[in-house]
């Protein structure tokens, strides 16, 4: 299995722009975790789905941010318009209702850099 | 909610030393424990676990975690460090669906 995609790596973006994360679960995984990790905050939570519906989106920092997981196999987050505070590193992660006692599975992050 | 504590964000010893890292955690309910490693530049990957059973547990890399649940603690130690050790280090809970992650422990071995 390739693990948690995320697209991009990296993203550069000037504040005021729209900015789209991406990431593929794991084939078969019906819990996707996103999170923000930050020198400040550290990793935090900001949303989760459970068999592609939106469970507990208390994390999302406001309405700027939003999340979308239109089927099993990929999901979004979208900030709009980004401000340079959202500068972070956004992880995804994966698991299922009898895999999660194992841990998550994460993919490689998106480095957003909003200047 | 849950919460994990992790004290001593950063830890800064030579290769040979022994290393614990400190992790408190507030759940009420039944708990899964977790340490993962970030390598510079890297993803979280799972060092170990535990959810039942011995309460001394054994991860990759000669990592090891107690749980004490009298403590509410999922101390890490690992006897004899070397410099690829060096990377952060976060514990975890995992209550209600989600995994709560403590600030993270930024380890730096010395060669």
Known sequence: DAGVIQSPRHEVTEMGQEV???????SGHDYLFWYRQTMMRGLELL????????????????????????NASFSTLKIQPSEPR?????????????????????????????? | AQSVSQHNHHVILSEAASLELGCNYSYGGTVNLFWYVQYPGQHLQLLLKYFSGDP????????????????????????????????????????????????????????
């Open chain 1, 47 to 70: 949303i989760y789905f459970n068999n592609n519906v939106p469970i507990d989106d208390s994390g999302m920092p406001e309405d700027r941010f939003s999340a979308k997981m239109p």
């Open chain 1, 86 to 115: 959202d500068s972070a590193v956004y992880f995804c992660a994966s698991t299922t209702e009898t895999t999660k006692r194992n841990g998550y599975t994460f993919g490689s992050g998106t480095r957003l850099t909003v200047v």
């Open chain 1, 20 to 26: 789209t994360l991406r990431c593929k679960p794991i």
């Open chain 2, 56 to 111: 001394l547990v054994k991860g990759i890399k000669g990592f090891e975690a107690e749980f004490i649940k009298s403590k509410f603690s999922f101390n890490l130690r690992k006897p004899s460090v070397q410099w690829s050790d060096t990377a952060e280090y976060f514990c975890a809970v995992n209550g209600n669906n989600r995994l709560a992650f403590g600030k993270g422990n930024q380890v730096v071995v010395i060669p």
